[in-house]
């Protein structure tokens, strides 16, 4: 069992930064990849960006070159550095671990992001 608690969220102006974190707990928890997901008003949740725990990373085409993910395996804690953020960027951002065992998923409660002047 893993819970997942996000954190960071909040409202920006257009332009502005936010860094979003991820703690997970549970009892001897080997997390393989985790990622953060947005999902905006009526959308479906998307991939926005995720890391492996050797620290290979992807992202989304819209989060490419502004956002940078990261993690810290010795804390189980992973965060979601957003800058020059854009109106589109609004929404739920969710955070989503795998065990490296199991491959079962995990999701968090989720923390709003609004971006808007």
């Known amino acids: 069992q893993v819970q997942l608690v996000e954190s960071g969220g909040g409202w920006v102006q257009p332009g502005g930064s936010l860094t ?5 707990s549970g009892n ?27 620290g290979s990373s ?4 819209s989060a490419k070159g502004r956002f940078t993910i ?9 965060y979601l550095q957003m800058n020059n953020l854009k109106p589109e960027d609004t929404g739920v951002y969710y955070c989503e671990s795998e065990l490296m065992t199991s491959g079962r ?5 989720g923390t709003q992001v609004t971006v808007s002047s």
């Open 20 to 24: 979003l974190s991820c703690a997970a």
């Open 28 to 54: 001897n928890i080997d997390i393989y990849v985790m990622g953060w997901y947005r999902q905006g008003s009526g959308k479906p949740r998307d991939l926005v960006a995720a890391i492996t725990k050797g």
């Open 58 to 61: 992807r992202y989304a085409d």
């Open 70 to 78: 990261s993690r810290d395996n010795a804390k189980n804690i992973m």
């Open 105 to 109: 998923a995990y999701w968090g409660q």
